[in-house]
């Protein structure tokens, strides 16, 4: 079983791989933006550990205190959705026996989630303020749920990625990503580029919502055709810093348009954080 300092270690060490991988149009060590620094986020992961791996707390309100540590200690939302990913992987993780199936643990939960649930991620999502997630004619966060938390998801899995991911059982994140990751890792032995293989690759695929959510469609195209070079680079190349200055063009062109995949940024932190959690825990099935 894992114990609450390695769940602690794994949700740090995941966010701070994704922060060291060079995202373009994302904050990064080689390129902070959009008013955001590194030291902001490492700022949150910090204090958003301890509220989220906290044994005591059901899952919403380990969102909800790990969203309120943020927003006392930066003032701004860094990394809402970050929390709303690695929650669940976290609790499933701490209960697992080694052998057990990470994803299967995963599907268990969402289906288990409940209204109470619902609340205290609705007034998580109003203290973020992260700017349009969550609102809906069915269920608006700034009201009681009527419904279960992954209920919830799935009125807004079909305009956010984030929510789709409970809405699927984390299908983009176990089906995909975690692949991608592994493949990458194992061709240049990086944690890194592996995170950036993960970045890149569903930004080729799938718009980023909250790109979508500021701009509507016009850069999807733009983003995912230079997504898809960065990616089938990845592929070709043996030495990945050769790709050091097509990230630099790219990172500074997204940022002079204001374009910050910050939605696939977080896919790509829990999808570190689920490869962490199997290597803990011995799971294979990815």
């Not at 602690?8 to 902070?32: M, Q, R, T, W």
């Not at 380990?62 to 927003?71: L, S």
């Not at 994140?173 to 580029?193: E, L, P, Q, S, V």
Request: aromatic share 10%; net charge negative; proline share 3%.
């Amino acid at each position: 079983m894992i114990n609450r300092q390695q769940l602690i270690s794994a949700y740090e060490e995941a966010c701070e791989v994704e922060l060291l991988a060079f995202k373009p149009g994302n904050v990064s060590v080689h390129s902070d933006g959009h008013d955001m620094t590194v030291e902001d986020f490492r700022i949150s992961y910090r204090v958003s550990s301890e509220p989220i791996t906290d044994p005591n707390y059901s899952l919403g309100e380990k969102i909800y205190y790990a969203v309120k540590a943020t927003r006392e200690a930066v003032g701004c939302n860094t990394n809402l959705g970050i929390i709303l990913l690695c929650a669940p992987l976290l609790q499933v993780a701490a209960d697992l026996e080694q052998g057990q199936s990470l994803r299967e643990a995963v599907c268990r939960l969402l289906a288990n989630t409940t209204r109470r649930d619902a609340d205290w991620v609705f007034q998580a999502i109003v203290l973020a303020s992260p700017g349009g997630l969550g609102d809906s004619g069915e269920q608006d966060v700034r009201q009681e749920a009527t419904v279960t938390l992954t209920e919830a998801m799935k009125i807004a899995g079909n305009k956010d990625r984030i929510a789709y991911q409970f809405a699927s059982n984390y299908k983009d994140i176990f089906g995909f990503t975690i692949f991608m990751y592994n493949a990458t890792f194992a061709k240049f032995g990086d944690r890194n580029w592996a995170a950036l293989s993960v970045y890149a690759g569903m930004l080729e695929r799938y718009a980023d919502s909250h790109i979508e959510r500021k701009y509507g469609q016009q850069y999807t195209d733009w983003v995912a055709g230079e997504m898809k070079r960065v990616h089938e680079s990845l592929l070709t190349v043996s030495n990945p810093e050769s790709l050091l200055p097509m990230l630099h063009g790219i990172d500074e062109a997204f940022k002079a348009k204001g374009i910050n995949p910050g939605t696939t940024a977080d896919i790509t932190v829990a999808t570190v954080l689920a490869v962490f959690l199997q290597q803990l825990i011995g799971d294979v099935s990815s």
